[in-house]
C-alpha cells in the first residue's frame, strides 16, 4: 500500500494553497479514501451524487461513515429533474439512452466546482477498467481544476488490507453479491471476479462519464 506518498501529496497541496474536493460513490472501496481524507484533510468537502437512483442502503451507508470519520459530505443533486428525463412514452432515460442519463445525473451536476477548486481527489483505480488503467495520477479536466487518483495504483487486495486494519464497516450490499455500487437500475450482483461487471449489465458500456476525457462541459448531446 502507499498510504505515505498519499498523505505527504494532501499536506504538499495544502501548503500550496489549492483548493480542492473529493468526490465519492460511498462504496465499500471508497471507504479507504475516505479515512485517509479523514486523517490528514477533514476539511476537504467530500460530494456526493445524488442522482435520485441510488439503492437506499447507499443512503445509509454514506450517513453511516460521514458521521463515523467525521466528514464533511455535500449531495449534488441534477440540476434537470426526473419529469423531463423521459421520452413521449413516458420512459426514463436509462432505459433508451443511459449515457445521457449518467451525464443529466452525475456530471452535469459536478461540472460547476471546476470552476471553483483547483483539485478533484476520487478514488478510480487503474485495475478497475483498461480505460482506467492509462490514466495517471494527476489528470486535466478541461477546466480549471486537475483530477487527483490517489488510489490509481492500490490493488483489491490493498484495499481489502486496508478496510481490515482499520476496521471500516462495509456497504450492506456487498453481502448481497453486489461488489460494484452504482445507480439502482443499472447495477447487479455478480459472481465473476471481475468486480465491474455488474454495472449497467447488458449495455455496452462501462464508464459513466465522470472519469472520461469530456468530464469537463461536454454533453453526449452536443
Not at 3 to 22: D, H, T
Not at 26 to 49: D, G, R
Not at 161 to 171: C, F, T
Request: proline fraction near 6%; include cysteine.
Amino acid at each position: 500500500m502507499y498510504v505515505q506518498p498519499i498523505i505527504n501529496a494532501l499536506e504538499r497541496l495544502k501548503l500550496e494553497g489549492k483548493s480542492m474536493f473529493a468526490t465519492s460513490s460511498f462504496q465499500s472501496q471508497s471507504n479507504v479514501l475516505l479515512h485517509l481524507i479523514s486523517i490528514t484533510a477533514p476539511e476537504i468537502p467530500v460530494y456526493f451524487i445524488d442522482t435520485g437512483y441510488h439503492f437506499p442502503e447507499t443512503i445509509v451507508h454514506k450517513n453511516n461513515i460521514a458521521s463515523i470519520l467525521g466528514l464533511r459530505v455535500i449531495d449534488l443533486k441534477p440540476m434537470v429533474s426526473k419529469h423531463l428525463q423521459r421520452d413521449a412514452a413516458g420512459n426514463l432515460l436509462f432505459t433508451f439512452d443511459p449515457d445521457y442519463c449518467c451525464y443529466l445525473n452525475k456530471v452535469q451536476p459536478i461540472e460547476e466546482l471546476f470552476s471553483k477548486f483547483d483539485i478533484w481527489i476520487n478514488g478510480i483505480r487503474a485495475e478497475q477498467s483498461s480505460y482506467r488503467n492509462n490514466l495517471s495520477e494527476f489528470e486535466p479536466t478541461g477546466g480549471k481544476t486537475v483530477r487527483y487518483h490517489p488510489l490509481l495504483n492500490w490493488t483489491r487486495e490493498d484495499i481489502e488490507e486496508y478496510l481490515l486494519k482499520h476496521n471500516l464497516p462495509a456497504h450492506p450490499l456487498e453481502m448481497s453479491g453486489y461488489k460494484s455500487i452504482g445507480c439502482e437500475p443499472c447495477t447487479r450482483p455478480v459472481q465473476a471476479d471481475d468486480n465491474r461487471q455488474g454495472r449497467w449489465f447488458g449495455m455496452k458500456k462501462t464508464e459513466c462519464g465522470l472519469h472520461s476525457e469530456k468530464t469537463c462541459c461536454n454533453s453526449p448531446k452536443q
